[in-house]
């Protein structure tokens, strides 16, 4: 097993079959010339550059064909990528990087001064520029090196490293979840299970590179699947849909919501969808059905960490169900474990709490997709994996069936007069009310309650509600101590590149929590 | 991961599901009571037999719950289980149970009187005969058992070795193709990409549980299926796909053919059928267009070996494209590499042969699916495993695209005149004749040439054909020097359990060889 061969068998019995597509630079390349540029890049890591087996290769750049190379080339020779996010401070970049360690630090040209003050601060062998162009640091470095397999390619095995993604960076100092080739592959397999993918799928990437779903794009392009990679904006994503026949995607659930909410929408010809899969929590049923409706292909739903990669399905079959009235309570579930995985929820001593939908405890997960343990952290790497199950601070109930209800991170529960509120319950309630669109919920500092629950809003466009009309609407479905003291209304959530909702940058102002020094 | 684990998962999330059906002997059983047994009979194997880890458990019995109840049960606990082919000879049987020397040997009542002999012949710790009885050795010995997840399962790895099956018996001294945990799970993910398993399957085991496909009907039940049993005969198999809902099978060629015979075939309800594969060498395309307008389904082909489970696949594409005129010889192939699989057709210094569709090589294959070994016969697996690539011995041309055509076993060939004839090729030119059932094409001694092409075939009921009839047809698609010689009608052709024909029954009488004293 070498996640880096993963083209080699396409280049091989379709070399002109499309692998990638690279929206943003107009760019486009078969699974032939992709291969030999992967070779091409090995080959000068290990042997030209010297690179040793383990060495680290940093990569900062928004999603490109040059990006998915290194992923490739370096995995091809046993080498380890560290992608970057760039919408990291400088501070944290420097930190990551002294991390890290990286040998190697490629860069687009878009980055080209940031990388140069990043350089005066670490201790990196070799920056290397890429920018589209022959005369780039990069095109020169693939051209004088061999397109032969490069030898080191048949040393490498599913054990060895291959990947350090940076987490945590929302909720609190990142570590890196170091991930084998192995480990990957049966994430990449739990997906193929639960997407259901066929060779001639087209998938979609919506997501930014620097981030574990880029393994699902991997995984159709080792089903000889074109990805199309794009940098997220909704009509975009339905222009694209429509010209390149995509056939599946990951959208987390705001996505879906603006795709619908693009003018015109119902003029795109989405025929080619067989699939998608959401995110990023539960969609309001209300959503659900909206998407079913609009969308003509199958829905499900995944929940992952960066830690675990995808660790729990709602099954295309478990929509179709709730929708059809069969348990329709589950459209508020993450499912069940995926094809690889084991799941249980538990108290803090790892005894499964009681299935009756109602006991929180701890998601935990056993599988081969877990990640190794976090880079260089031995001691946060024994608090979270621990007799080869991964803690991932996510509370949650299960039912009879095992279909798995998150009800809160750890850190993000709201304690008000001694009660636990889970926010995601009082979001979901907000969502009844029909002018809403998205919401944040938290905890504020309160003198006589310790926290009392605050709501952050965005509305609609065009409609209009009041907070005494939200918190009206979700008091119908909360008791009295959940139900929101406070809302606001904000054209628009803080966000992270996967659209994740940052709520730590609307909660912290409150606490004037003291803010690590970046 | 732990294969005998496979039923745990779904006997927590849905215990009261059907595991298996038992038609031969009208049982059926759930899967939380199928894995209880299975924890009762590890507990029984390990905690009061007092087994060590890697020993080996021998089974001898027709298809039935019992029988999947010790592959699990063994693999959970990390013993090997050792199935035996009722149809060997009571001689084989001995020499294959001295070579496995398994501690512990499970039997069904129907073998009672034969296993009481081969104990007297073999150093065995323990017979165990069961016999559907609540007094039997079986029933007793689960009964006293503990129904705790037995200690043991915990310390089981993906490497541990868990499977041998003698393979070879029709072409030379039967060997024991070694597996572990790990090489059958990566076989049944190739199996999951190829059949599109979904969890709403019903899966149907044509075959015998002593052979390869029996990982086919566990994969499914990995995916929580229920999986029907029965002893194959065309008219019962057709009455279990209505009455149980089938919707994927495994069916050779003549199973498929014999299937379709049955007399009031277009009265049985097949609408549950959702794909079936078929093996054991491509289907003449008359059939493969009379099976896809008989069974409302997908059809895929695939190409294994016990070594290395199914390797290629033709899918579901490629027959759609072939019928519909796109690469329409590609029904002769038998497809290209599973995911998880490597495929090259080599010369004998191990180089690629030409992709030309014409030039044959053998096929070798590198994967994680592949066996580890032969059981104690280093210098055999030596021979067959070079540098992680499987030779299988087989004989193949292949196309621009990577497709594999078999031509013949290496050792079927036939040398006539000097000039190579495959005998696949010969049989497909005589499936032409519209009135040929089956056939079967061998060397037979011939003073001039060396070897004459003779060919054995079984015409269609209430149909007639003479010799001269049959070597017209075959001869309009075959060079002169390939057509038959002469040829034979009988009944019906010798066939091991899985269907497949017994070539080397017809052939050897001609050439009086010695057959090994068994």
Known sequence: MNLGKITAKTASLDPGREALVDVPNDR????????????RLANALRSDLGLAKGNRVAILSKNCIQYMEVFYGVARCGLIALPLNWRLSEAELVRLLQDGEPAVFIVSAEY???????????????????ADD??????????????????????????????????????????????????????????????????????????????????????????????????????????VIQRERVSAFLG????????????????????????FQYGGGPMPRSVVEAAMAAFPCTLIQGYGQTEGMTMTFLSQEDHQDALAGVHPERL??????????????????????????????????????NMVGYWRRPELTAETLRDGWLWTGDIAVWDEDGYV???????????????????????????????????????????????AVKAVVVLKPGQEASAADIIEVASQHLASYQKPKSVDFVEALPKAPTGKILKRELRDPYWQVEERSV
């Open 252 to 275: 987390i659930t705001t996505m879906i919501n603006w795709m619908m909410a693009v003018e015109g929408f119902q003029e795109y010809d989405l025929s080619s969808l067989r699939n």
């Open 332 to 369: 508020s579930s993450c499912g069940r474990p995926g094809f690889v995985t084991e799941v249980q929820v538990v108290d803090p001593e790892g005894q499964p709490v009681p299935r009756d939908g109602q006991t929180p405890g701890e998601i935990i997960v056993c599988s081969e997709a």
């Open 405 to 451: 209800f998150i009800v809160d991170r750890a850190k993000d529960m709201i304690i008000s007069g001694g009660e636990n509120i889970y926010s995601t319950q009082v979001e979901a309630a907000i969502h009844q009310h029909p002018a809403v669109l998205e919401s944040a919920v938290f905890g504020v500092p309160d003198d006589t309650w310790g926290e």
């Open 112 to 130: 080209r001064e940031l990388a140069a003050r990043l350089q005066g601060q670490i201790d990196v062998q070799k920056l290397i520029i890429f």
């Open 134 to 239: 022959p005369e780039d640091d990069y095109e020169r470095l693939l051209a004088s090196a061999s397109p032969e397999e490069p030898s080191s390619s048949a040393t490498v095995t599913g054990d060895d490293p291959v990947l350090i993604l940076y987490t945590g960076g929302t909720t609190g100092l990142s570590k890196g979840a170091l991930h084998t080739h192995h480990s990957l592959y049966m994430g990449m397999i739990n997906q193929t299970v639960a997407e259901r993918i066929v060779p001639t799928d087209v998938y979609m990437l919506t997501g930014q590179m620097f981030h574990i779903p880029v393994a699902l794009a991997m995984n159709y392009m080792a089903h000889g699947c074109p990805v199309v990679l794009i940098n997220f904006e909704a009509q975009l994503a339905l222009e």
């Open 28 to 39: 486009r390349i078969s699974y032939g010339d992709l291969d030999e540029r992967i070779r």
